[in-house]
């Protein structure tokens, strides 16, 4: 992503905000450009400032490696606070506050390099902000989460000819849908693909429901494996691209099966760049940024007539939706609280285990729908992928392109688990592990320059020069590199290669396999658990309709994707949440689209 972001000042821009005064007191700098880097998400970003004597003058990103999608506007909108206010008390964007506040530490250091008064400076800036008039506004179909499902929902009912507004909390769209790594299965029972992978709708359902040990309703894991190939037609339609299955499926982790697709655009930024050019071409369609649903509206029959929610400026905005409301507000991954409280499978979900879910996913919608009667199913069952950066529990760093062609290791340099398995078997045997830590192992089959891009658009290159990812030109070197014993890890290595010669499984139930590892120079890096997606969540029919405590619909309520429970079981397949969330989207927009 080593894009750009240049933010200049110009005089207007000095004029209005000196004669607005903002700009409280005259600030005194030793005039230059400084560069400084503060840690976001993913890694450094990195600032330029330049200053005159007494103004800071501009702000450039030099460099940053945030997830496109999340945090452009951290990267746009805090430069420009700072510049308009000349304070460096601006306030952060919703949703990308790491990014947001590492550009603030960035430039602090540029302007204390330049001998200003930052904390004088960091009492300026922060945005007053005036309480709009209450309002009360009518659609047809209203959305809550303008995430995966939300989107899918709201775009398939405006098609169908219905108004619709999407409600988004968050200052982006995108939810955990956009920071996924894009594999999203599909099979297309006729294609080449499905021949030469031995692969089928059907087997597709066989591994969903085994994977999730047969606790997923049967008919909603059927609905979601025979519509996702037309999910991604539907998208295509639409002008998203996926890379073409000639090149090949590719199994994610924890998939199982050589079934995923790839999206053209990193991450999960093409389904949100797709949404968003429908949106602004189309009449009828409108997502509003910045606003909190926070309770549904019924009659006294118990039918849902709409929401409350908090709008930007804290004023309430009553929302009526005469066809009904899709609950597409995502998991709780990021809420201790319901994961301490539901949990039953890892019993240490506090706080100290990170997630790589955005800061979104509080199960909002879990206390929603509860409060208007809706059931819960499988709610004890909480996903965690072996996959964290250690410092930020994203999936950012992830060096891993395949299944196939990597290996976990543990601090001792072996090898400790069937690296083709079920996350949370993964998972488990990843907690087993010295410090629950690990380090994921590959060879240069993968990399042949080490400037390829994996799906967060970071380079191994970029990696290693920042720490994130080690190499070395031989096996013992790559050892020496992260600190475990060479004789081990030449050992576990050696050990690995004469399976993957012979394809047998191994003593962990290791099937699937590819290259050996002996093409040097070799790579690692280092990842530790990291909580991933809620299984659990409102219960649904194959409709989208939700379900009440006594087994009856809730008339005018649907719910897709995370929110919901009951299709992946205990535990989902890597590449299903994308299908999942498409094929429930659609389902639920069109049928609230057709009342
Ligand atoms: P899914 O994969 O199910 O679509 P995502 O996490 O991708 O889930 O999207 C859910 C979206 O819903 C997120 O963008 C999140 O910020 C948004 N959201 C969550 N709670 C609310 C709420 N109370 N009001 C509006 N938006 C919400």
């Known amino acids: 992503m080593r894009k750009i972001v240049s933010v200049l000042l110009t005089t207007a821009l000095v004029m209005t905000a000196l004669l607005g005064g903002v700009v409280a007191c005259a600030a005194s700098f030793t005039a230059g450009e400084y560069e400084a880097a503060a840690k976001g998400n993913n890694g450094d970003v990195n600032v330029k400032v330049v200053v005159s004597d007494t103004m800071i003058e501009s702000i450039e990103i030099l460099d940053h490696q945030e997830t496109p999608g999340i945090c452009d506007k951290a990267l746009t909108d805090v430069p420009a606070a700072i510049l308009e206010t000349q304070g460096l008390g601006v306030d952060t964007v919703s949703g990308a506050t790491n990014s947001s506040n590492a550009v603030i ?55 169908l ?7 988004e ?3 982006s769209i995108g939810g955990n849908t956009i920071m996924s790594g894009g594999a999203f299965n599909a099979v297309n029972d006729r294609s080449e693909q499905a021949i030469e992978y031995n692969d089928s709708v059907e087997w597709h359902f066989t591994q969903t429901m085994n994977g999730g040990d047969n606790k997923g309703d049967p008919l909603l894991v059927h609905t979601l494996v025979r519509n996702a190939y037309a999910g991604l037609e539907w998208l295509e339609e639409m002008g998203m691209e996926f890379y073409d299955e000639e090149r090949g499926l590719f199994t994610v982790t924890g998939g199982l099966w050589p079934r995923a697709h790839k999206p053209v655009m990193p991450v999960g930024t093409g389904f949100f760049d797709t949404y968003q050019r429908y949106v602004d071409t189309h009449e009828g369609i409108e997502i509003m940024l910045n606003t909190k649903a926070e309770s549904l509206i019924t009659d006294e029959t118990g039918k849902i007539l709409g929401v409350k929610a908090t709008g930007e400026t804290g004023n309430t905005i009553t929302f009526l939706a005469s066809k009904g409301v899709v609950l597409a507000s995502g998991g709780f991954g990021k809420n201790v609280e319901l994961r301490m409280k539901y949990d039953s499978t890892w019993g240490v979900l506090d706080e100290t285990i990170l997630s790589t879910n955005s800061a979104g996913a509080t199960g909002d919608g879990i206390y929603m729908a509860t409060a208007v009667g809706a059931d819960l199913v499988g709610m004890e069952y909480i996903q965690l992928l072996p996959l964290g950066d250690p410092q930020s529990g994203s999936l950012s760093g992830n060096i ?11 601090k001792n340099g072996e090898r400790f688990v069937n690296e083709g398995g079920r996350r949370d078997e993964m998972t488990a045997a990843l907690f087993a592990q010295p410090d629950s830590y690990m380090y994921i192992v590959m060879d240069s089959d993968c990399y042949p320059t080490g400037d390829e891009l994996n799906n967060f658009n970071e380079s191994v290159n970029q990696l290693i020069a920042e720490g994130r990812a080690f190499k070395g030109e031989t096996i013992a070197d790559l050892a020496a590199a992260i600190g475990v014993p060479a004789d ?9 290669n004469e399976h993957v010669a012979t394809k047998e499984t191994d003593e962990f139930g290791r099937t699937l396999y590819s290259t050996p590892i002996d093409n040097g120079p070799f790579y690692a890096a280092p990842r530790v658990p990291t909580v991933h997606h809620t299984m659990g969540g409102v219960k649904i029919n194959a409709e989208a309709e939700v379900i009440d405590r006594s087994g009856n619909v809730i008339d005018g309520l649907y719910a897709a994707g995370e929110v919901t429970g009951g299709i992946h079981g205990t535990n989902r397949l890597g ?8 094929v429930f989207g659609r389902i639920a927009g069109e049928n609230v689209s057709a009342r």
């Open 105 to 159: 530490s960035a430039v602090t250091l540029c302007l204390e390099q330049a001998g200003a008064d930052v904390e004088a400076l960091k009492a300026i800036g922060a945005k007053e902000v005036v309480r709009a008039e209450d309002q009360t506004i009518e659609t047809e179909v209203l959305v809550i989460g303008a995430g995966g499902a939300g989107c899918a929902a709201g775009v398939q009912a405006n098609q």
């Open 161 to 167: 000819g219905s108004n619709v507004i999407i409600l």
């Open 169 to 171: 909390k968050q200052a």
């Open 400 to 410: 891993e392109f395949d299944v196939e062609r990597r290996i976990f290791v543990n």
């Open 488 to 496: 081990a890890l030449e050992a576990t290595i050696a050990e690995f």
């Open 575 to 582: 590449g299903n949440a994308l299908a999942d969330i498409l």
